[in-house]
């Protein structure tokens, strides 16, 4: 967040959501799409959607940070999402979720020893908390769905 700030991206990018852009945080982008967060200290973030990015806390013998191939349950459809069904497999990588977010704005999630929201959206925005770029075929859909995405659901 600080080098959107010192590079004055912040006001670019809320600019943009502002008048529709479609906008897809990947992984560390979701969790700067939120509110606030705590990694590398308390910052506030774009404010794109709600909640905050706060560590992933799992008891043993549960390992962190959170690597690999989980499915994901799609609780709320989104024409990103189209073509791909729950169940689908996506690429993991990250000790941070984002949590405290609106119920209405859950597109989808994964269980790691508890439940971890994979994706929200609000307006134009949409964050993903797994890599669509590494996922293989069901990350190929999203990004194609993304690109043919106008910013409305």
Known sequence: ???????GLREAVQGFHAAGGPILGICLGMQ???????????????GLVGGQAVPVVRAPPTRLPHVGWNS??????HPVLRGIPSGMDFY?????EVSGFGDSEAVATTEYDGVILAAVHHGS?????????????????????FIDWDGSC
């Open 1 to 7: 967040m600080e080098r959107l700030e010192l590079s």
């Open 32 to 46: 700067l799409m939120a509110a606030s967060g705590l990694e590398g200290g308390a910052f506030l973030g774009l």
């Open 72 to 77: 994901i349950e799609i609780i709320s459809p």
């Open 92 to 96: 993991f990588a990250h000790s941070f």
């Open 125 to 145: 925005a949409l964050g993903v908390q797994f890599h669509p770029e590494k996922s293989q075929k069901s990350g190929s859909i999203l990004l194609e769905n």
